[in-house]
């Protein structure tokens, strides 16, 4: 099922297979201390949706008897811990909504993860069409949780579409990192047909480095690899035969997505920094020779259009810019505290999106429980004033819509269910 632009266009629909105050969930995270190791009580009453960071589990109220009460015993509610870090149990509305907050990717370390959701279609795929099952054990199993399933693809796919993929509309996440070469690569927009210069510093923080700057050039073709590319180099010949040593190997293991070089210090400066679009410096600074030696060289570069990238600052001030580089006053060159600036506000801004995106579960939530499809284009109104609208002209099914296989006489007609 695919949902609808908004109420102006044709929706798709689907019969009513299963009462939303009927479902159960049980969230189990892979911990130590969880009381039992032991989930076989799990088979035949609930589809396990996820396996990675936690046992995610669907089930209905009448499964609930299933569940061992060492596992009900420690059971806390979401409000009381995070999910992942303890047992949880919910029913009903909460669960769906839990199901859906899994789905779109709010519970996961980095906002947004698209894995989770991917492994959870794997899952339902595995659990309906395995080779191991009887024709009538798949359709079983499609019966009992496949309007939930179908209801929870659709609506994680609506948040993640209005709230985290809508840069049309500035609803996206911004990746964010720490970790300054990371930070850089994300502010600036690198092409396949740029020219870079990487100063290396030891060799892990070089190649770290490398490999960073080096995703930019993934989609690289041989034409464009003609033209940019990355040019590796280091003040000290020692660090710079490790250099030389390390990328031959990385060409060798196919590790490298872009055209990669390496040239002696002196020759790159003379060559490649005046040239270059983007130079990222891994040397730390010193206040002293080193920082008054790189500046002279940045000044009289002949590229107006070149940025300056400093990936560190000085070791024994946690990286802060030194005096030297600050009064230089030099035009297109960056500083570790302008990509930790940076990281400030894409997580401001993703904790934005993150409040879009509860609001939208909560929107999808409330059109479930009034039997309607949420309707996406009103993902993002006012939950009170989206119920309204819901309830006076939202989306209901036609009389020609396509019959489920399930047995209706055997579904509660009344009380709110999914569509």
Request: with cysteine.
């Amino acid at each position: 099922m695919t949902l609808g632009g908004g109420y102006a266009q044709q929706p798709l629909y689907v019969e009513f297979i299963m009462n939303i105050e009927d479902l159960i969930i049980v969230d189990v995270p892979h911990a130590d201390r969880v009381p039992t190791k032991d989930l076989s009580w799990k088979k035949g009453a609930f589809f396990p949706a996820e396996e990675c960071d936690r046992q995610l589990l669907i089930g209905t109220l009448e499964d609930e008897g299933h569940i061992p009460e060492g596992i009900r015993s420690v059971a806390v509610r979401p409000k009381d811990s995070k999910a992942g870090t303890a047992v949880m149990i919910e029913k009903g509305p909460d669960a769906y909504r839990h199901l859906v907050n899994v789905a779109v990717g709010m519970l996961d370390k980095q906002l947004g993860e698209k894995e989770t959701i991917e492994g959870i279609r794997s899952n339902w795929h595995n659990f309906t069409e395995s080779n191991s099952f009887e024709d009538a054990e798949k359709l079983a199993r499609k019966q009992k949780f496949g309007n939930i399933m179908q209801a929870l693809f659709a609506d994680s796919k609506a948040v993640r579409a209005k709230v985290f993929e809508d840069r049309v509309g500035g609803n996206y996440l911004r990746p964010v990192s720490s970790e300054p070469a990371v930070a850089a690569r994300n502010m600036l927009d690198i092409k396949p047909v740029d020219r870079i210069l990487i100063i290396g510093e030891k060799d892990g923080i070089s190649f770290n480095t490398l490999k960073t700057i080096d995703t930019a050039f993934r989609t690289q073709t041989a034409a464009e690899a003609q033209i940019g590319g990355i040019v590796m180099t280091h003040p000290d010949p020692a660090e710079y035969e490790k250099l030389v040593a390390g990328i031959t190997t990385m060409k060798k293991e196919k590790k490298l997505k872009g055209a990669v070089t390496c040239m002696p210090y002196e020759e790159a400066m003379e060559e490649m920094l005046p040239k270059a679009n983007f130079v990222f410096n891994c040397q730390p600074m010193d206040n002293g020779v080193a920082d008054n030696d790189m500046i002279e060289r940045v000044r009289n570069r002949t590229n107006e259009t070149a940025l300056f990238v400093n990936l560190k600052g000085v070791p024994v001030e946690r990286n802060k810019t030194s005096a030297v580089w600050n009064d230089a006053a030099l035009e297109r060159t960056l500083f570790v505290e302008d990509m930790q600036r940076q990281a400030n506000l894409d997580r401001t801004h993703n904790e934005r999106m993150r409040a879009l995106a509860e609001r939208a579960i909560e929107n999808c939530l409330a059109s479930r429980m009034l039997g309607r499809q949420p309707v996406r284009d009103r993902l993002l109104m006012d939950p009170t004033d989206y119920k309204k609208f819901v309830s006076q002209a939202g989306t209901r099914p036609r009389p020609d819509a396509p019959k489920s296989p399930i047995d209706h006489a055997e579904r509660p007609s009344d009380p709110p269910h999914l569509s």
